[in-house]
């Protein structure tokens, strides 16, 4: 019933930008946003900006100066602003989020099911 849904992926050029957003849908009651992650071709899959409750990021080395995460707890969106992208940078990014669903206590994790990113030319 509970889903999280990626978008803003796509080409790109080397020193492009882009802006990934995540948004959660059905019956919520909380929402908190954690993070985006990302996994290249043969690679695992690695963290690339995590957000905590009190506002706190924190960066991958790779993506650190370039990346900016934020979330909107109320409208319950997560987004990553993608600047001087290079082509290491290609990969499926996913975002995370605990949701907590309508008439439920504890919140859980969801998983969007990714947005893919390539940076080439």
């Known amino acids: 019933q509970v889903q999280l849904v990626e978008s803003g992926g796509g080409l790109v050029q080397p020193g492009g930008s882009l802006r990934l957003s995540c948004a959660a849908s059905?019956?919520?009651?909380?929402?908190?946003?954690k993070g985006w992650y990302r996994q290249a071709p043969g690679q695992e899959r690695e963290l690339v900006a995590s957000?905590?409750?009190?506002?706190?990021?924190d960066y991958g080395d790779s993506v650190k100066g370039r990346f900016t995460i934020s979330g909107d707890n109320v409208k319950n969106k997560l987004y990553l602003q993608m600047n001087s992208l290079k082509p290491e940078d290609t990969a499926v990014y996913y975002c995370k989020a605990n949701i907590r669903p309508t008439g439920m206590v504890w919140g859980m994790d969801y998983w969007g099911k990714g947005t893919l990113v390539t940076v080439s030319s």
């Open positions: 957000i905590e409750s009190d506002g706190s990021t």
């Open positions: 059905g019956s919520i009651s909380g929402f908190r946003a």
